[in-house]
Nanobody, 115 residues
Framework: QVQLVESGGGLVQPGGSLRLSCLASVSIFGFNAMGWHRQAPGKQRELVAQAPSRGFPNIADSVKGRFTISRDNAKNTVYLQMNSLKPEDTAVYYC?????????WGQGTQVTVSS
């Protein structure tokens, strides 16, 4: 069974940085794509960044230039480096992975940007 475990969330001041990690219980080499979504209170879940197994990452316009996604196949981990954080980045961030069989989600990690 595939499990995705996020870590790295927390409270940060505007302009600060956080790095989220998503550790998979299986090799991520077989995932077509891994990425991060987020859901703020009262809003729909939205894609933040996605790293395909091949090709260039897909980054949402709202975070482009501030967030970077990377995947380390050897460590079965995908990262989301978040810089210049804004209050509107406050949300629960979910790790997502997809292969030819199914989609998988982590339990989410809270990111709060506030002074």
């Amino acid at each position: 069974q595939v499990q995705l475990v996020e870590s790295g969330g927390g409270l940060v001041q505007p302009g600060g940085s956080l790095r989220l990690s998503c550790l998979a219980s299986v090799s991520i080499f077989g995932f077509n794509a891994m990425g991060w979504h987020r859901q703020a209170p009262g809003k729909q879940r939205e894609l933040v960044a996605q790293a395909p197994s091949r090709g260039f990452p897909n980054i949402a316009d709202s975070v482009k230039g501030r967030f970077t996604i990377s995947r380390d196949n050897a460590k079965n981990t995908v990262y989301l480096q978040m810089n210049s954080l804004k209050p509107e980045d406050t949300a629960v961030y979910y790790c997502h992975a997809a292969n030819s069989v199914s989609d998988y989600w982590g339990q989410g990690t809270q990111v709060t940007v506030s002074s």
